[in-house]
């Protein structure tokens, strides 16, 4: 009598086309955990000394690394900007409206990037990618913002210009890790 052999379970590691694997969630772990605590110091002396005109959200830019990295599918990128929102929730104001405004950001940051490097922009897909990505979803939180509260017009001339100066930090950010991290990982 033939026993049925079972073959060995084995977790992969390796980057996956488009694949979120053990280490992509760490990435993105270690990412956020470096952007939520620089959202603490750096993000509020910046946002004190700038009258708050920009106040950077380095939780953006930490999935715009991790998504330039890791080049996830949209489905996928929808995940890491919904679990981005989800560490926002510690310190935001408006509850809730990040896991829009992020969501919305994460997956078109992915679109950004598969078209982008497909073309051979990858020297200013992080930039370009990251502003729009920040300026989406600022823009998202304020249209919602304004929806809940009713204070259209305050609210956008208030907004609007911190939105751009969070983007404009956020971009130049982003493009100046974005290959020292690559070649730190290999990927």
């Known amino acids: 009598m033939d026993t049925p052999t079972t073959q060995p379970r084995t977790v992969s590691t390796s980057q996956q086309e488009g694949g979120l694997d053990i280490r992509s969630l760490v990435l993105l772990a270690i ?109 998202v939180f304020m249209v919602i913002k304004m929806a809940l509260i009713g204070a259209v017009m305050e609210l956008a001339a208030a907004m609007v210009p911190v939105i751009v100066a969070t983007a404009v930090f956020n971009a130049i950010l982003v493009q100046a890790l974005y290959i020292p991290l690559r070649r730190v990982l290999k990927a």
């Open 31 to 139: 990412l956020l955990a470096a952007g939520f605590i620089l959202n603490f110091t750096v993000g509020r002396a910046i946002s004190s000394v700038s009258g708050g005109l920009i106040s950077p959200e380095f939780i953006i830019s930490a999935f715009c690394l991790t998504i330039l990295i890791v080049r996830p599918s949209a489905a996928q990128a929808l995940a890491i900007g919904l679990i981005s929102a989800a560490v926002i929730q510690v310190t935001t104001t408006s509850p809730f409206i990040d896991f829009a405004a992020e969501g919305v950001a994460a997956v078109v940051m992915a679109l950004i990037v598969k078209a982008g490097m497909r073309v051979g922009g990858e020297k200013l897909v992080p930039l370009v990618g990251t502003f729009v990505t920040t300026v989406l979803s600022g823009l």
